[in-house]
């Protein structure tokens, strides 16, 4: 079974940045579009960023816009997320998702259309 790895969570306070990782296998990770998804307890999991297979084009949350990045190194097969300015409502469990992608195809916000997932990191934000 395919497995992406998140890693990078943890307990900030409001105002950090902490930087989240993906970890794909390469004959996965080279073929697909990668996303950040979030997820409170007792809520449905909401998209926060997305990231063509290239890299050349992202997609953001309103929510996260201007204080969240997406990345991607295609020579490591890993996607980062990039949080900065955090705030306690970013507080969620976050998981990547990987969507295999021809080239031309748009970026996807519906998360039934993810073929892959992690298993999830905890990030905390205290105010």
């Known amino acids: 079974q395919v497995q992406l790895v998140e890693s990078g969570g943890g307990l900030v306070q409001a105002g950090d940045s902490l930087r989240l990782s993906c970890t794909a296998p390469g004959r996965i990770f080279m073929r697909s579009a990668m996303a950040w998804y979030r997820q409170v307890q007792g809520k449905e999991r909401e998209f926060v960023a997305a990231?063509?297979?290239?890299?050349?084009?992202?997609m953001y949350a309103d929510s996260v816009k201007g204080r969240f990045t997406v990345s991607r190194d295609n020579t490591k097969n890993t996607a980062y997320l990039q949080m900065n300015m955090l705030k306690p409502d970013d507080s969620a469990v976050y998981y990547c998702?990987?969507?295999?992608?021809?080239?031309?195809?748009?970026?996807?916000?519906?998360?039934?259309?993810?073929?892959?997932w992690g298993q999830g990191t905890q990030v905390t934000v205290s105010s």
């Open positions: 998702a990987a969507k295999s992608q021809i080239l031309t195809a748009p970026l996807v916000v519906e998360e039934r259309l993810y073929d892959y």
């Open positions: 990231i063509r297979r290239s890299g050349s084009g992202t």
